[in-house]
């Protein structure tokens, strides 16, 4: 199984839309989780964290459920710039290393 | 300016040659990272160091040999380049190395590496 897992994608939405990304991770050992994104052949971008207690920023929420092992985006009134590969990201306690998934690529129409 | 710089930025090479990949940042962050992320797009650990001192080796093949002359470079050497070996390596530092749970890393802008 892998460490991370997230939605395959692409998700393709009209701009204005809601849209919604799940994350789940296998090592219940994860200590810290953050969103990334990736634009097309550019390096990885700290979105945000993801605080147990859920956390948002603008237009973009996201949430945690430890006992599920499962992570949530929300992004609410989508932009065309926010077309992007979204990456769920856990860090194991005791390690500095960060375990991405795979990512899932949303794409945003006019 | 930039914060983690990487040269070069487009390396072609034919298999069974040697290069190097060169990674710098000025945020003053006490550890560094290589990442390999392959044609279908997984971004994978390779290796960490913490001021100058290697701590993680995610099983890379020994071809692979990372070089920090300080803490604010981390240069990557690879021996005997294979056809597999072709991805894009990612640089990344961050401050405290994890100690702090949101300690954030910050990526380098890439070197995408073809073996013919």
């Known amino acids: 199984r892998k460490e991370v897992e997230q939605d395959p994608g692409p998700f393709n939405v009209p701009e204005g839309a809601t849209v919604a990304f799940n994350c789940t991770y296998s090592n219940s050992a994860s200590q810290s989780f953050f969103w990334y994104r990736q634009d097309c052949r550019k390096e990885p971008k700290l979105l945000m964290s993801?605080?147990?207690s859920g956390n948002e920023d603008g237009r973009f929420t996201a949430q945690l459920n430890r006992a599920s092992q499962y992570i949530s985006l929300l992004i609410r009134d989508s932009k065309l710039s926010d077309s992007a590969t979204y990456l769920c990201v856990v860090r194991y306690s005791g390690y500095s290393t960060l375990t991405f998934g795979k990512g899932t690529m949303l794409l945003v129409s006019p | 300016d930039t914060a983690v710089s990487q040269t070069p930025k487009y390396l072609v090479t034919q298999m069974g040659n040697d290069k190097s990949i060169k990674c710098e940042q000025n945020?003053?962050?006490?550890?560094m990272y290589w990442y390999k992320q392959d044609s279908k797009k997984f971004l994978k650990i390779m290796f960490s160091?913490?001021?100058?001192?290697?701590?993680i080796n995610e099983t890379v093949p020994n071809r692979f040999s990372p070089k920090s002359p300080d803490k604010a470079h981390l240069n990557l050497h690879i021996n005997s380049l294979e056809l597999g070996d072709s991805a894009v390596y990612f640089c990344?530092?961050?401050?405290?190395?994890?100690?702090?749970?949101?300690?954030?890393?910050?990526f380098g802008p890439g070197t995408r590496l073809t073996v013919l």
């Open positions: 945020l003053g962050h006490d550890t």
């Open positions: 993801v605080y147990s």
């Open positions: 990344a530092s961050s401050l405290l190395g994890g100690k702090a749970g949101t300690d954030t890393q910050y």
């Open positions: 160091y913490n001021n100058k001192e290697l701590i």
